[in-house]
């Protein structure tokens, strides 16, 4: 039990360090909005070596550290939206089998931000903000690629796991 709460404990310190890099040097790949997703590495990594349960509250510890941190309370809608979205899409696909750690990982960062956007037209009142779904999709494709293959790489260091 130790060394579990100790591992989750861990790998939330270095969700937090990975969202506080991304808050100090945003990449936006000419896009507002857009970030790299590098805490997610945690995420699609912890599918694979954790508990479900563990990762969720990794996750959700790291979205409330991270929002109370470097963001604000509308950051924790978003951030929670979209976080808790793209949890249960990976968990599901992951629990289907036939996808691997890049394809949750895309799948993530697609449903991550369209939690972002429902919440963005909840806080509104406005579904104008659908308009600007797809610019998010298609860098969630990207960046979620981008995710998954380190995935990749880390399982094959952490546990000599082929993804």
């Known amino acids: 039990m130790a060394k579990r709460i ?16 991304e808050a100090i040097l945003p990449v936006h790949f000419g896009v507002p ?5 590098l805490a997610n ?13 563990d990762v969720f509250l990794i996750s959700l510890s790291r ?6 941190l470097f963001g604000s309370g509308l950051s924790l809608l978003y951030s929670l939206a979209g976080g808790i979205l793209s949890y ?3 968990l599901l696909l992951k629990r289907r089998r036939g996808f691997s750690a890049v394809g949750l990982s895309i799948a993530g960062g697609v449903a991550h931000n369209i ?21 998010l999709v298609v860098a969630g494709v990207f960046t979620g690629m981008l995710m998954g293959l380190l995935a990749i790489r880390v399982l ?4 000599g796991k082929n993804i």
């Open 63 to 68: 979205i409330l550290l991270s929002a109370l």
């Open 156 to 159: 094959r260091v952490l546990a």
């Open 115 to 135: 939690g972002q956007i429902a919440a963005a037209a909840w806080a509104a009142g406005s579904t104008a903000v659908f308009y600007y779904l797809p610019v």
């Open 88 to 90: 249960l899409v990976m």
């Open 33 to 37: 909005g857009v970030k790299l997703g």
């Open 6 to 21: 100790a591992t989750c404990a861990a790998l939330v310190a270095l969700a937090m360090i990975f969202s506080y890099v």
């Open 41 to 53: 590495l945690v995420v699609v990594s912890g599918l694979y070596l954790l508990r479900p349960g």
